[in-house]
């Protein structure tokens, strides 16, 4: 709901008015939610969004909940708003995310209106058939959505593998991305195929982001507390 406002300055600001999360919220949960919001054409995707999901359950006080944005249902929006942090996960089609995703994305604008994911964490992932395949590009755009949503971005923290003369192509983060998981499967090769270094990924991903948001609910509920 918008609503004006004097600013400091002398002119009318146009401001969100939305509720902070709730004291008694911060202070009844000591456990944090997860969402994998994805699309996936032909599975590489979801396999990557399952091992997100384990890598972020693996975290004591963290489950995670898998939310395919194929069919927009008030179900999806509701997982969604439940959640302390989402990563979105798509496919990289024709340097970026797949139309799927971005319908979602733009359905997403409902949310943005009442300011839903405000502070809430974010992070992604993308596949594509090339190793480059301007999967950057998708990248860069989930973090956009969730810039444009109010959200904090968690990267991938990991620094790059397969980038010395006897490293092997199956490390972690072996396409040496920042932002978060760039993942690559030959276009003849099915989901059963995916390389181990970026399921790995994958997975230190989703721990990692569980880890951030129980960091951030301890120092919530330390600031009501104090
Ligand atoms: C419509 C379409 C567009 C694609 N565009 C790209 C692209 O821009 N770059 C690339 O490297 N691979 C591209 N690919 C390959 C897919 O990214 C790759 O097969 C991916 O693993 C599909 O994931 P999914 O099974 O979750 O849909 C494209 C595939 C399709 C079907």
Redesign the pocket.
């Known amino acids: 709901m918008f609503k004006f406002e004097p600013s400091p300055y002398g002119s009318l600001v146009r401001s969100f008015n939305f509720e902070p999360t709730p004291e008694g919220y911060l202070m009844s949960h000591t456990t944090v939610t997860v969402a994998i919001a994805y699309h996936?054409?032909?599975?590489?995707?979801?396999r990557l969004a399952d091992r997100v999901a384990l890598g972020a359950s693996s975290v004591p006080g963290a489950k995670a909940v898998l939310a395919p944005v194929d069919t927009i249902t008030d179900g999806l929006w509701d997982t969604l708003s439940a959640a302390d942090a989402i990563i979105f996960g798509t496919?990289?089609?024709?340097?970026t995310a797949?139309g799927t995703f971005h319908a979602f994305a733009e359905a997403s604008s409902k949310v943005w209106h009442g300011r839903g994911w405000q502070d809430k964490l974010a992070a992604g992932f993308t596949?594509?058939?090339?190793m480059s395949?301007?999967k950057l590009n998708t990248l860069q755009f989930l973090t956009v959505l969730a810039a444009q949503h109010g959200m904090n971005w968690v990267n991938l923290g990991l620094v790059p593998g397969w980038n010395l003369a006897d490293s092997r192509d199956d490390e972690v983060n072996r396409l040496g991305f920042y932002l978060g998981l760039g993942a690559q499967?030959p276009?003849d090769v099915d989901?059963a195929g995916l390389n181990t270094g970026d399921l790995e990924t994958a997975e230190l991903l989703g721990a990692r982001v569980a880890r951030q948001a129980l960091t951030l609910l301890a120092g919530r509920r330390a600031l009501v507390a104090a």
């Not at 996936?40 to 979801?46: E, L």
């Not at 496919?91 to 340097?95: D, F, K």
Request: aromatic letters at 10%; proline letters at 5%.
């Open positions: 996936s054409g032909f599975g590489h995707t979801r496919p990289t089609y024709m340097g797949s596949i594509s058939g090339g395949g301007d499967v276009n989901a």
